[in-house]
């Protein structure tokens, strides 16, 4: 910017011709002025530690995602998503009545930008209604919110699903789906699974849940085909999603007296956990 | 002009409703203090505000009763209705004191002096039935009430011009006073200032040199306004002989409602919203001609059968017409797709609910709140589909639980404070984890990372990561000992036995691997609050917090 009025200058000292416009300075003026939504507009930015998970590195506008595991879904969920909130996008969660908010503003999410329609678990009306109305609501949602948190609330009709995903793409909206898999009939674009987990700082007796190491692996179509697996601190001692530091490392600073880290694959499924 | 009034005026009424003759020394005592007394009490040296030992020191016979606002009004009720023999419409300003417009009945009765008189007697007459020798009443009338007010104080003996003018049949004086039309403010002239219902401004006036009412009248009223402010402005205007509250200035207020009715009734969507397009049309030219704009307007819709449907809209700037269409638009789906009513709609009617001034919107430079505008129109919606409930935002305030700490507010209404609920913070605290673990100087609450809530420390709260799935209620739990027996927690927050499994709704029993706790939390004990007991507990992966309350284990939150 600083050499544009210099080059101006000199020529009115020349007395030459009227200066021909600084063509060239308009492409930068552009970019200084213009808001910078263009360059992360074709993905939703994400934790930097959740990046390697994801093909595109953040989250692709009209993908459909799905969350799965035993344990930790919720948390992925959230963690996904905290980093697009915080950077100005809205999310909204639908079906989840009994969301920790707690967490996830810990997690990163922006509460003024979250917006919660539990379906069924309100007071008045949406009892009996809101069952059957959650694609019609699910649908209108994703005119507005650029990022939809979704826990199904039993089956789903094969036409809904593919409705609800032409809607997705068609708005650049993220459809998050929370919970199992089976019950989602499309195939998603991209699947995390929570593959083991193991809570820290809770002994026989004393102590208490200061953090979590999860192993998260991601499975999709396309360029996503090839599993990423990464090891996260979700929630780290602070509530939030932290890189285990390497794989050695954070093996060795487990403190002894907890329960070890299971195989991979080889986690006993706690089927009491229910949302 | 103001209305002629009639203001009978019953002097030291407590006194008189407490039983006690004219002649007898008597005070009525509130707080230690005399509130009201009998002539022959003041005449003993006793007077309003004078502490009760040393009232009866000025008068040692003096009778002493409590007040009692309920006996006053009780006693009065005789006198309301003699006066409401005259005319109906009787204004009562406290037990001893009401008022009466006087044009009706005036004219039927013969002139004011003669309406006066007759109410006087009347009254006196109930007076008399109530006690032989209790003090008459006083009847003055005059323009406007204040001035009526001041003109039965001065009907007494004491007036210029009261007493001994009228008489009844039986030729016993009554205390009227009537002043002529039009000459209220001659009559207040001569008063003083501390008539005037604002102690503290009449002290002021004195002060200023203005000792009568009349000095008062005297002066401009936009210099008294400009001075005084608007109580000034009342007293000049009470002072004038007017009424408190000029007439000329009270406009009704326009009435915005539009309706429309539906014939044949219309059962579908397109056919209401088409009128409802029209409606809303009708209601913002409506609001537009007044300069006004809306924030909130009430659909309200009835149907063949009978059913009464409402419900309020709100937006954050301003509805347009487009904008109200929408939204009736959207609240007749809801209602009509979804199965809320059971017959066509045969009425419609919009109520602008929130009227303001309309001071336009101004749009952010680059575009900024369309998107907003987006989701709030994507809420809207689905507040149109499910309610207005079913759509919330969430803040974080204080509380020891994580179900505790959160506050749902219905998307578009205004946030509370967000320590509503909560407020009252615990004298009795809990323990929480680190204080049992013993580690010194380090708080319990505000470790818990980004959830620093409002309303100060919440001793208890859990620290570490928040749970991600929050059960509320909280549902029930089971857990057992190594001996298959339930661990119990003691008054004094000791668990009987550690727990081996853990059994979380209609699950199977899953075994305990890591486990701590317990943590009292007391709240609210006078508020019929709160006590629990709480623990953690990992079992198969899974984490849980677990609470002992009522006798049985509930699971509070699952770390998901």
């Known amino acids: ?275 | 002009m103001s209305g002629r009034t009639l203001v009978v005026w019953c002097p030291d009424w407590p006194a008189t409703a407490a039983g006690f003759l004219v002649g007898v020394p008597a005070a009525v005592v509130a707080a230690n203090r005399v509130v009201a007394l009998t002539p022959a009490a003041r005449e003993e040296g006793v007077v309003i505000g004078l502490r009760r030992r040393e009232a009866q020191g000025r008068c040692p016979t003096l009778q002493v009763v409590a007040a009692d606002p309920g006996r006053d009004a009780r006693v009065f009720e005789p006198v309301v209705t003699a006066v409401e023999a005259f005319s109906p419409g009787v204004e009562i300003s406290r037990p001893g004191l009401l008022g009466l417009a006087t044009r009706g009945p005036s004219r039927y009765f013969g002139g004011d002096e003669e309406l006066a008189r007759q109410v006087a007697v009347a009254v006196d007459t109930v007076l008399g039935k109530l006690a032989a020798g209790a003090g008459g009443c006083r009847v003055g009338v005059a323009d406007g009430r204040f001035a009526a007010g001041l003109a039965a104080r001065v009907a007494g003996g004491g007036g210029p011009a009261g007493g001994g003018g009228p008489a009844d049949e039986a030729g016993m004086p009554v205390s009227v006073r009537v002043v002529e039309p039009g000459e209220s403010r001659t009559f207040l002239a001569p008063l003083p200032v501390t008539a005037l219902p604002d102690p503290d401004l009449a002290d002021l006036l004195v002060r200023l040199g203005l000792p009568c009412l009349g000095d008062l009248a005297a002066l401009p009223a936009p210099a008294v306004l400009a001075r005084f402010g608007t109580a000034g402005a009342l007293a000049h205007r009470l002072a004038s002989g007017l009424d408190p509250r000029p007439i000329a200035g009270r406009v009704p207020p326009p009435d915005l409602t539009v309706t429309a009715g539906f014939d044949p009734p219309a059962d579908r969507v397109e056919t209401a919203a088409f009128v409802a397009r029209s409606l809303a049309a009708e209601l913002h030219d409506r609001l537009g001609e007044r300069g006004l704009s809306c924030t909130r307007v009430a659909v309200e819709a009835e149907t063949e059968h009978g059913e009464r449907l409402q419900r309020l809209w709100r937006h954050d700037g301003i509805l347009t017409a487009a904008a109200i269409a929408e939204r009736v638009r959207w609240q007749l789906d809801g209602w009509l797709a979804g199965g809320t009513t059971t017959a066509g709609l045969t009425f419609l009617r919009l109520i602008p609910d929130e009227v303001g001034p309309a001071n336009g919107c101004q749009l952010g430079f680059w575009g900024g709140g369309a998107e907003d505008g987006g989701v709030a129109r994507a809420l809207a919606r689905v507040q149109g589909l499910l309610g207005p409930e079913a759509v919330a935002t969430a803040r974080i305030g204080g509380g020891r639980n994580p179900g505790d700490m959160v506050h749902l507010v219905p998307w578009g209404d205004a946030p509370d404070d967000g320590d509503g609920k909560a407020g009252a913070g615990g004298v009795v605290g809990g323990v929480g984890p680190v204080g049992a673990a013993g580690v010194a100087g380090r708080p319990a609450a505000g470790s818990g990372g980004g959830a620093t809530g409002s309303g100060g420390p919440w001793p208890g709260r859990l620290p570490g990561p928040a749970p991600a799935v929050v059960f509320i209620p909280p549902q029930p739990a089971a857990v057992r000992d190594a001996d298959g027996a339930e661990p119990e927690v003691s008054g004094r927050g000791v668990l009987s036995s550690p727990p081996s499994a853990v059994k979380v709704g209609e699950g199977p029993w899953c075994p305990v691997e890591a486990w701590a706790g317990p943590w009292p939390v007391e709240e609210r004990w006078w508020d019929g609050g709160r006590r629990q007991a709480r623990l953690q507990v990992v079992a198969q992966g899974a984490a849980y917090l677990l609470a002992r309350e009522r006798g049985r284990w509930w699971v509070e939150a699952v770390y998901d």
Request: aromatic share 2%; charged share 20%.
């Open chain 1, 1 to 275: 910017m600083g050499g544009v009025p210099v080059a101006a200058g000199r020529q009115h000292e020349r007395g030459a011709a009227p200066a021909p416009p600084p063509l060239h300075a308009l492409p930068v003026a552009a970019a200084l002025s213009r808001p910078v939504a263009l360059a992360a507009s074709r993905t939703l930015p994400v934790e930097d530690v959740l990046a390697p998970l994801l093909p595109e590195g953040g989250l692709r506008r009209g993908s459909v995602l799905a969350v799965d595991g035993a344990t930790a879904a919720t948390s992925v969920a959230l963690a996904l998503v905290g980093a697009a909130s915080r950077r100005g996008s809205w999310v909204a969660a639908l079906g989840m009545p009994r969301l920790g908010i707690v967490a996830a503003a810990q997690l990163g999410v922006d509460l003024e930008r979250f917006v919660l329609v539990p379906l069924g678990g309100g007071q008045s009306g949406g009892a009996q209604s809101g069952g059957a109305q959650w694609p019609v609501v699910a649908a209108a949602l994703l005119e507005g919110v650029e990022v939809l948190l979704l826990r199904l609330p039993g089956r789903v009709r094969a036409v809904d699903a593919c409705r609800l995903v032409a809607r997705a793409r068609e708005r650049g909206a993220v459809l998050v789906v929370v919970g199992d898999r089976p019950a989602w009939p499309e195939a998603s674009d991209l699947t995390l699974t929570v593959e083991a987990a193991r809570w820290e700082g809770l002994g026989c007796g004393h102590g208490y849940l200061q953090a979590r190491l999860v192993d998260v692996t991601a499975v999709g179509r396309r360029g996503a085909a090839r599993p990423r697996r990464a090891r996260l601190w979700l929630p780290g001692s602070d509530g939030r999603v932290a890189a285990v530091l390497s794989d050695g490392a954070g093996r060795d600073a487990l403190r002894p007296g907890v329960a070890t880290l299971p195989v991979a694959g080889a986690l006993p499924v706690a089927a009491a956990v229910g949302s």
